[in-house]
């Protein structure tokens, strides 16, 4: 059994430890926000927190998370600036990517509060979207810092 913290609960899992996180938050845990897209952490679309910093769930064994804080796309608030700021944007149109991609820019504005569009393009280059909506992910970004720089980051 593995001992997990995934959005703040306690969770113990009956895998082995070289199991790829994406596959117990999906299969186990019933988390089924995080999505598979490649298997190879090129897409983006596995993308959480761990220990507040973006990474790839298809990759990365549970083995190698005892101790950790994972968050998924299911633990950020529903008042998240991320969140609100994808629907004000209108980023969405098939979703599939959209998971991974707020996950991405919640860990970027943690760190960088204010980012450049320059800064945007590389935090959020591994992120990939087959719709193409990557002007509307900038801007979805910028509007998420100007809220959460009023106060409202929850």
Known sequence: MISLE???????VDVTPDTPLL??????LNLTGTKYGCG???CGACTVHIDGRA??????PVGDLRGKKITTIEGLAATDPVKEA???????????????????????????????DAAID??????????????RIRRAVHTAAK?????GDK
Not at 95 to 112: F, R
Not at 147 to 151: E, F, L, Q, R, V
């Open 6 to 12: 995934v959005n703040g609960k306690t969770h113990l």
């Open 40 to 42: 190879q952490a090129l």
């Open 86 to 116: 994808w629907l004000v944007e209108e980023v969405s149109q098939c979703g599939w990517c959209q998971p991974g991609q707020i996950m991405a820019a919640s860990a970027l504005l943690k760190k960088n509060p204010k980012p450049t």
């Open 23 to 28: 596959w117990v938050l999906r299969d186990h």
């Open 122 to 135: 590389l935090a959020m280059a591994g992120n990939l979207c087959r719709c193409g909506t990557y002007r």
């Open 147 to 151: 809220g959460m720089a009023k106060g």
């Open 55 to 60: 990474e790839r769930s298809c990759v990365t």
